[in-house]
C-alpha cells in the first residue's frame, strides 16, 4: 500500500535514490516522512515518479522538512508565494536556461536553503535532464594533506556574477521568469569551506562555480585558482547522477551537501517546473 512503507533504490553508487511507495497526494505518516528524510540524509538527493499534487500540496510537503526558505531577486508565483515557476517555452530565442550551471541554490545568503523541491509540470521527451554531485563524498576523496589544509578554511560568497545590476541583461533573456537584479547581491558572504552535516555529522566541501568568488586569506587569483581545483575535483563524473525527467516527477535534494547543473538541450521544446525551498541553518564549520 502506498504511504505504509517505502523502497529505497539506489541509482549511482555516490549519489541519488529513487524513492516508491510514496504517494504525496495523500496523507504521508510521521512514520513514513521519516524515512523519507533518512534517505535524503543517505542520498543527498531523492527522486519520487508520478506525484500529482497540487502547488499548495507541494509547498506544504516542503514545509515538513522547514519553513519556506527566503528566495531573493527571483520572482514567485502569485497563486502561492511560496513557489518558482521555472518556464522555457519553445518559442525562446534564447538558449540561456535558469538553473544552467553547477551551482548550491543561494549559497550567498546568511542561511542558506537546506531543502530543494522541484517538480515537473511538463517536459520534453529528451533533453532537460538535471545534474547532481555529492559535496561530501567530494571532500572525503580530497588528497589528506589537501583535506587537512581545507579544514579550517573561509569561503567567500556573491551573487555578484548572477543578480547584480550587471547581470540584468542576462537575466532578462528569460523570457518567461521574471529576475529583479540589484546591487544587494553585491554583498560578500563569509562561510566555512568545510561544512558539518547537522544529522550525520558528515563533512562536506561547501563550494561552487557561480557563488564561490574567493578565499579568505587569498589574492583574488590564488583564491579563484583554488575554488576552480576544488569545483574541478567535485564535479568528476563519478561523483554525479543524471536524472530524466518525466510528468509529475519529482527530485528533493539537500541544498547544503550538493551541486546541481540544469542542462539546456531541449532547444524548440517546452520545459515547465515548480520549485519550492525549505529554510536553512548558517552553515557549521569543524569544530564550531
Known sequence: MANDSIRVLPVTGTIGADIEGVDFSQ??????????????VEHLVIFFRDQDISLDQQA????????????????TMSENSEVIEIVKEADEKTRFVFGGAWHSDFSFQKEPPYVTFLRAKEVPAFGGDT?????????????????DKVDNMVGLHSGDRAYSPKMQGLQDLLENMQVNNTEEAQVVQRHPLVRVHPESGRRGL??????????EGMSAEEGEAFIEGLNKHALHEANTCRFRWRQNSIAIWDNRFTQHYALNDYAGKRRHMYRTTAAGEAPVGIGA
Do not use: C, K
Not at 496523507?27 to 513514513?32: F, L
Not at 545534474?131 to 583535506?147: K, V, W
Not at 561547501?206 to 578565499?215: A, K, L, T
Open 27 to 40: 496523507d504521508v505518516s510521521d512514520e513514513v516522512f521519516t524515512q523519507i528524510r533518512a534517505a535524503l
Open 60 to 75: 506544504a510537503l516542503t514545509r515538513r522538512f522547514g519553513p519556506p526558505a527566503n528566495i531573493p531577486f527571483i520572482e
Open 206 to 215: 561547501f563550494v561552487n562555480p557561480v557563488y564561490s568568488v574567493g578565499i
Open 131 to 147: 545534474l547532481y554531485a555529492n559535496m561530501i563524498n567530494a571532500y572525503e576523496t580530497l588528497p589528506d594533506a589537501l583535506r
